[in-house]
């Protein structure tokens, strides 16, 4: 998403006449990763995909039909079944609403956002009005942007099962906050609006070195997540610009002069997961020194430390398993128990495509 949203901007920035796609409702299609888009420009361009090469095309045809045709917007239908399915990486098939836009139309906030890899969500009502959700803070939502244009998204779908009478904003900041992509549509006191989060996968950024570095690299990459590691401190702005808003830290490092400039590096950069490897006498030293450094009481209250859940893990790859674990529920907002011990769906509904 980053990639497609830097080309959106460059083609904008260029004057170009720009269709961006993006699927708004969805039946079958279960392992759908729920966060695809497609921008088409007026010379036939393309930058991103949905639903494999099957999809991709219908909607490239659809966006220059757009484009030619100046529509302020349009819904496409795509189905996808037989061999396409396989292609597209799906586990069985299925039909999407696919709504076509001017990228010109959408807030410029939401490309800012996506090109420096920050959650955000596109609010959308039914009279084409849009505004954009950052990710949620200690104050609450942030809208970025207020409203852009009313390109008339009278083809936004009315799903069953519709959520009713839910503040916009605030459900978009508690879909981002569930960490992961999603669309919904609702009902708000002004009518019906579509909610569109896009939360990207964490980028793990390790400073250490060892057998430890290895298997978290690894395991980072069982869970699509791309992972870098660097043994200076020195060297750790580089990376943590290249992770963006969703960088992970784990300093596995017990060198007094690597371990407490990486971590106040992560907490000054407002880090979204910022853990620590050690024991507890270890850790009581590095507060310590952190808390000489300057580093205040609330900011040493965000490192995760001893870093990782509390899975009875100790080789190298058991331990990394633990720690990618706790990336992921802090992402999530969980606390990593049993399922078992959860009451209620065991997939919250707000964070799932529909």
Do not use: N
């Not at 139309?105 to 959700?133: E, F, H, K, Y």
């Not at 020195?234 to 371990?259: E, Q, R």
């Amino acid at each position: 998403m980053q990639e497609i949203a830097h080309q959106i901007r460059a083609w904008l920035e260029d004057g170009r006449r720009v269709a961006v796609g993006r699927v708004v409702a969805i039946e079958g299609f279960s392992t759908w990763p729920g966060d695809e888009m497609l921008a088409v420009d007026e010379a036939g361009a393309i930058a991103g995909s949905i639903l494999g090469a099957t999809g991709t095309a219908q909607v490239r045809s659809a966006a220059e039909d757009l484009l030619r045709s100046g529509e302020p917007t349009r819904t496409v239908t795509v189905e996808i079944h037989g061999k396409a399915v396989i292609e597209a990486g799906l586990s069985c098939g299925g039909q999407a609403s696919v709504l076509l836009q001017p990228a010109s139309a959408i807030p410029s906030a939401l490309w800012s956002a996506l090109a420096s890899r920050a959650p955000a969500a596109l609010v959308t009502a039914a009279d084409g009005a849009q505004s954009v959700v950052l990710a949620p803070s200690a104050s609450g939502p942030r809208d970025a942007t207020g409203t852009a244009g009313s390109p008339q998204a009278a083809g936004l779908p009315r799903p069953e099962g519709v959520e009713r009478r839910v503040d916009p904003l605030l459900f978009a900041a508690s879909v981002l906050a569930a960490g992961h992509s999603a669309t919904r549509s609702l009902e708000s006191d002004a009518g019906l609006v579509l909610v569109e989060a896009w939360v990207p996968p964490p980028r793990v950024v390790v400073v250490g070195s060892g057998d430890l570095v290895s298997a978290l690299v690894a395991q980072s990459a069982l869970l699509g997540w791309d992972a870098r590691t660097v043994e200076a401190a020195d060297a750790l702005a580089a990376a943590l610009d290249w992770a963006g808003a969703t960088a992970a830290l784990v300093v596995l490092s017990h060198d007094p002069h690597v371990d407490v400039p990486a971590l106040r590096t992560g907490l000054d950069r407002q880090v979204p997961y910022v853990g620590a490897m050690g024991s507890r006498s270890t850790q009581g030293r590095r507060i310590e020194r952190l808390t000489e450094a300057g580093v205040l009481p609330d900011s040493l209250g965000r490192i995760h430390r001893p870093i990782g859940l509390d899975l009875g893990g100790r080789s190298a790859p058991e331990i990394a398993l633990a720690i990618c674990a706790e990336i992921l529920a802090a992402r999530t907002g969980r606390d990593g128990g049993s399922l078992q011990d959860r009451t209620g769906p065991i997939h919250d509904r707000v964070s799932s495509t529909s």
